[in-house]
């Protein structure tokens, strides 16, 4: 099967979707697959090259780095996206397009689409925004009713990283043409190691939390939810780089709680898993999540988990963690104290964790999922 994925970021840039690209397509190209991806050719890359085994082939792109609220930046531009994504459909069996909010990539699909008659696969990546804001609620809804939803209802075949993303973003789909596929998880990235950082930060009970942050991420109520822990040598690590860093370090410092709490910044992977193999529970109190990755890294090493209840995080933590009310310190405190309170507890649910990480999020076997649903779309063409 020759295979054409669509996406205004690629390798080396780094996000949550340019990661799921570039797991699936590995995977798919050691299937045997033919496997190419059309982006934006960004300051320092190569028109054409190979990475991994996947043919990347980059249009001229005009990437604005800077946008105003409640645009994320940073956005591509590309003029020529939809002649060579046609020109490229003709020579490949089915279109993969993995982001409706960039018109220049969007676009070239349905046009590879319309022009070469190949089926086009979506993937929703990001669900209808909800519950992060009033202005990023109100443009991104916006965007979909007069944008967004007619690419979803071009698509032969749409998949939704939960079913949550599904229910909430593509209700009019008829259900023959949408199913979940849950994101993916390389196992072997993700082991535990050995650590020191307990015995560096001079604490008892680690709690970790990981993401980029921004606001969709609920961080100020995990500042302010530290006040209301009570738990012997206590100390809450956030590991990402985000635009509220600053601050959030300047939350906790007025919250009194700066002495319980690590800022990391970004850092790397090896950084990452030592953080995440000390942790005695993982925290993320999200307003929104699709998906939410992040977790199932932490379940993939055995953490126990306590997550809101916000978007797909009940699909992905299932009966492996403990739930809490979103934007609300005492139901994160709660939990927290649940967790270091009940050793039994822990160990339960990071056995589960790391059960259903293996089962139900193994990159392998996502890949095959996707596989048969693109035979299904081809198959439902002949």
Known sequence: MRILHVNPFFSPYVGGTENYIHDLSTRLARRGHEVTVLTAKLKGTREEETIDGIRV???PSLVLSWLPPPLPPPYAIAPEASKVAVGLAKRHDIIHLHNRFFTSFANAALAARKIAKKPLVLTIHNSKTKG??????????????FYGDFVIKSADHVIGNSQYSLDITAPFVPARKKRVVYNGIDLKRYRKVKSRVKQRLGC????ATTCRLVRQKGLAYLVDSLRLV???????????GGP????????AEKQGVSGRMTFTGKV????????????????LPSLYEPFGMAVTEAMALGVPVATSSAGGLPEVVGDAGV????????????????????????????????????????WDKIAVKVEETYEDVLNSRR
Request: charged share 30%.
């Open 323 to 362: 739930l809490f009310k979103p934007r609300s310190p005492r139901a994160i405190a709660d939990a927290i104290n649940r967790l270091a309170g009940d050793k039994r507890l822990r160990n339960r649910l990071g056995r589960a964790g790391l059960e259903r990480a293996r089962k139900v999020f193994d």
């Open 244 to 251: 509220l860093l600053k601050s959030l370090a300047r939350r």
């Open 204 to 207: 008892k009970f680690l709690s």
């Open 268 to 283: 790397p992977h090896e950084n990452l898993l030592q953080v995440l193999s000390a942790a005695d529970c993982f925290v």
């Open 230 to 240: 009570d738990v012997d040598g206590f100390h809450a690590v956030v590991v990402g």
């Open 132 to 145: 992060i804001s009033l202005a990023t609620d109100l443009f991104g809804n916006l965007f979909d009713s």
């Open 57 to 59: 082939v980059r249009v």
